[in-house]
């Protein structure tokens, strides 16, 4: 079974552009959840999708927004990208929502963006 | 929030000692999950435990769980180079989404 995939693994970008990245999650799994990782902040919640609707939200500005289509891979997009943003971007899955969804996260390896 | 915060942010030991992380947490939860990072990689779930469940075991692996003091410990047996990582512990609430702490960093020396 394969696992969580997410694209691009790396990349970088200068500050105002802006960028979307890819989850594709465990087939049969309809949760995904992003978390951004950074130094000094550690793991934060962004946003959780279940059924192509976002179910909660963390506390980021707008710039940060998501979406999940009808096949479960979900996609987060960062608008007007600040040098702050620079973090490692993991996407977990897992087969339930809220409560449901209270079992075992499956993490990607994660998308690391540099913004310069 | 739920969030957890683990206790020590860093501990160094060598091969063969055992490793004692600790997290305590703010609010009821429904369950409390342990995760672990190689450097720079996703996180790995460990554990769950339930918040009727005092003690679970996994391989090398002990969790505990008090609700009334509203913390739990994660111990390594026999910890291994292997085990070099950072541990995160996730307590679980009414909206079920995982809120992590900034982790122990935990560094094994053979």
């Known amino acids: 079974k394969a696992g969580v995939t997410q694209t691009p693994r790396y990349l970088i970008k200068t500050r105002g552009q802006q960028v979307t990245l890819s989850c594709s999650p465990i087939s049969g799994h309809r949760s995904v959840s992003w978390y951004q990782q950074t130094p000094g902040q550690g793991l934060q919640f962004l946003f959780e999708?279940?059924?192509?609707?976002?179910?909660n939200k963390g506390n980021f500005p707008g710039r940060f927004s998501g979406r999940q289509f009808s096949n479960s891979r979900s996609e987060m997009n960062v608008s007007t990208l600040e040098l702050g943003d620079s973090a490692l971007y993991l996407c977990?899955?897992?087969?339930?929502?809220?409560?449901?969804?209270?079992?075992?996260?499956?993490f990607g390896e994660g998308s690391r963006l540099t913004v310069l | 929030s739920q969030q957890g915060e683990e206790d020590p942010q860093a501990l160094s030991i060598q091969e063969g000692e055992n490793a004692t992380m600790n997290c305590s947490y703010k609010t009821s939860i429904n369950n409390l999950q342990w995760y672990r990072q190689n450097s720079g990689r996703g996180l790995v779930h460990l554990i769950l435990?339930?918040?009727?469940?005092r003690e679970k075991h996994s391989g090398r692996l002990r969790v505990t769980l008090d609700t009334s003091k509203k913390s739990s410990s994660l111990l390594i047996t026999a910890s291994r180079a292997a085990d070099t990582a950072s541990y995160f512990c996730a307590p679980v609430g009414s909206q079920g989404n995982l809120i992590f702490g900034k982790g122990t960093k935990l560094s094994v020396k053979p």
């Open positions: 435990i339930r918040s009727n469940e």
């Open positions: 977990a899955s897992s087969l339930g929502q809220g409560l449901l969804m209270a079992g075992e996260l499956f």
């Open positions: 999708y279940f059924s192509e609707t976002q179910r």
